[in-house]
């Protein structure tokens, strides 16, 4: 029995030593983060995980909530961005627009962050996500100003534009922009407040810029005319597709920005047996004023029913839903998005 807690007793001390050697040879920052990086000088988060990516990813996550940092509006902005940066243009040609795409995906939209890294032990790895303040501060501070300077340009190029498409892509990318600018001034606000105070921008924020985005929406005239729609229920499902992204429609507007003209169709086939089909073919081009096309969409299909009237009755729904939901809609959203519109 004696040897017994003898030899237990000497477990528990070789357990101990080596808990204490672990613990001696950790970096200061993992045992005590604020006296290795001292917080009037630095902003910085530490995480334990089982790997060494997700240990850099934790850290990443909980030094964005530091900076109340909205994630979800960034990566939404910065993908836009990417898109539009896939197709040249000014994104591709300003250096600090591509500096800011280009930040690690760690972090959504934080630029100078330092990582520490150490594997303990027992395997699991512990990262530092670290930000100096005067550094990070001046940093942003002067990113905002020059997407400040970028944001009052295009908001000055989409009032010369007018009721057009073209303004609404300058008003998105201003917004995604100013989304961007908001993000940042509250990191700023974090490592520095004073310099956060200082800085104010004519445009406003995210929000006064998606308003205006709204109203160039809202400014912009859709004449829609569709041939072969006895009923009028395709031309109603086209206007629905651009009421609901806040455009308005007009079947008699006599200067229209854009106009959709579609011709339907539809024609009966030899029924199969007692199966009644009919084929329905549905051509749209969204054009300018000038007459340059914007969208086109075309569907050609064929449905069956149990008599001929049903048929030709199904192959309009089917028309309406591929206009509203799986085909028209799905193309719009599409070019909208290459304007660096994100539909909320």
Request: with cysteine; proline share 1%; aromatic share 10%.
């Amino acid at each position: 029995m004696r040897l017994k807690n003898i030899l237990t007793a000497g477990a528990f001390l070789l357990l101990l030593s080596a808990g204490l050697y672990a613990q001696g040879n950790a970096p200061l920052w993992v045992t005590n983060k604020n006296a290795a990086f001292s917080e009037r000088d630095w902003v910085c988060t530490v995480e334990q995980r089982n790997t060494r990516a997700e240990a850099q990813s934790a850290a990443a996550a909980t030094l964005a909530l530091a900076f109340k940092m909205d994630v979800k509006s960034v990566s939404s902005a910065m993908q836009s961005f990417s898109q539009i940066a896939s197709g040249g243009g000014q994104l591709s040609r300003d250096s600090s627009l591509k500096q800011q795409v280009d930040t690690s995906s760690d972090v959504a939209g934080l630029m100078g962050v330092v990582n520490d890294f150490w594997n303990a032990p027992d395997g699991s790895w512990y990262a530092a996500a670290r930000m100096n303040r005067r550094d990070g501060a001046a940093a942003y501070s002067t990113i905002m100003k020059q997407n400040a300077g970028i944001i009052t340009g295009l908001i000055q190029e989409a009032a010369d534009e007018g009721a057009t498409f073209g303004a609404y892509e300058s008003l998105a990318f201003a917004y995604n922009l100013a989304t961007l600018n908001d993000n940042y001034m509250n990191i700023v606000s974090v490592l520095d407040n004073s310099t956060a105070q200082g800085l104010r921008f004519s445009y406003g924020n995210a929000a006064a810029v998606r308003t205006l985005m709204q109203k160039a929406a809202g400014d912009i005239v859709i004449t829609v005319e569709v041939s072969g729609d006895e009923q009028g229920a395709l031309a109603k499902a086209f206007s629905s597709v651009f009421s609901s992204r806040k455009f308005k429609t007009s079947s008699t507007a006599s200067e229209p920005a854009y106009t959709l003209y579609a011709e339907y169709s539809r024609s009966p086939e030899a029924p199969v047996a007692n199966t009644f089909r009919m084929r329905y073919l549905i051509n749209a081009v969204l054009s300018d004023k000038d007459g340059e096309e914007v969208l086109s969409f075309t569907e050609n299909k064929r449905v069956t029913s149990t008599t001929e009237t049903q048929a030709a009755a199904r192959a309009v729904r089917d028309t309406e839903k591929s206009i509203t939901e799986t085909g028209f809609a799905k193309s719009f959203d599409q070019y909208l998005e290459s304007l660096g519109a994100v539909q909320k």
